[in-house]
């Protein structure tokens, strides 16, 4: 499984965008890069996903370069309510979800 | 459909009794999860079932540990003669067969175990 390294915590500031890198150097052909959020005393839950380029839904976008190596979580415009932790996960999605430390982001008003 | 039920929400137990704990997992969701996460950390997973066969349990998971998941609906996880260790949130998830792209796991609110 690839293993990934992200920042323990991170702050900002409400109406800032916000992003978290992620790095994986050994992700494999068959992985996907996942993010998750996790507010406290809760399960987390999926937030996006992406094998390459750019991936956008409703509530963030996902950054992936050519060589897949690291991606890049983007919040836009973050609100009191984004303060969670965040979970980089990479693999095959056949696999279980392997979950690390994750970035806990706390946002300030 | 109200999304991943796991009960009780909370329990305290004294070390070296039994306990047991339910997931229902969304209805027609072939794959069923059991994390354990603690205090700081991400959750670490436990075991998985795809419908009533388990099919990896992690190499961490002590013997005192057992689930099943009859029938391919709701599961269980029993953990036997408890410890202090085993002090944590334990978390259930479940999915559909993954086939790639946004396969998403939906994961329950969790039990909270504190062994006394």
């Known amino acids: 499984l690839a293993k990934t390294t992200q920042p323990i915590s991170m702050d900002s500031y409400e109406g800032q965008e916000v992003n978290i890198t992620c790095s994986h150097n050994n992700i494999a052909t068959n992985d996907y890069i996942t993010w998750y959020q996790q507010f406290p005393s809760q399960g987390p839950r999926f937030i996006i996903q992406g094998y390459k380029t750019k991936v956008t839904n409703e509530v963030a976008s996902l950054f992936i370069p050519a060589d897949r190596k690291s991606s890049t979580l983007s919040l836009p415009r973050v609100s009191l309510s984004d303060t969670a932790v965040y979970y980089c996960l990479v693999g095959d999605p056949l696999t279980p979800l392997v979950f690390g430390k994750g970035t806990r982001l706390s946002v300030i008003a | 459909d109200t999304g991943v039920s796991q009960d009780p929400r909370h329990k305290i137990t004294k070390r070296g009794q039994n306990v047991t704990f339910r997931c229902d997992p969304i209805s027609e969701h072939n794959r069923l999860y059991w994390y354990r996460q603690t205090l700081g950390q991400g959750p670490e997973f436990l075991t998985y079932?795809?419908?009533?066969?388990?099919?990896?349990k992690s190499r961490l998971l002590s013997d005192r540990f057992s689930a099943e998941r009859p029938k391919g609906s709701f599961s269980t996880l029993e953990i036997q003669r408890t410890e202090q260790g085993d002090s944590a949130m334990y978390l259930c998830?479940?999915?559909?067969?993954?086939?790639?792209?946004?396969?998403?796991?939906?994961f329950g609110q969790g039990t909270r175990l504190t062994v006394v």
């Open positions: 079932f795809q419908n009533e066969a388990q099919l990896e």
């Open positions: 998830a479940s999915s559909t067969l993954p086939t790639g792209i946004n396969t998403e796991a939906f």
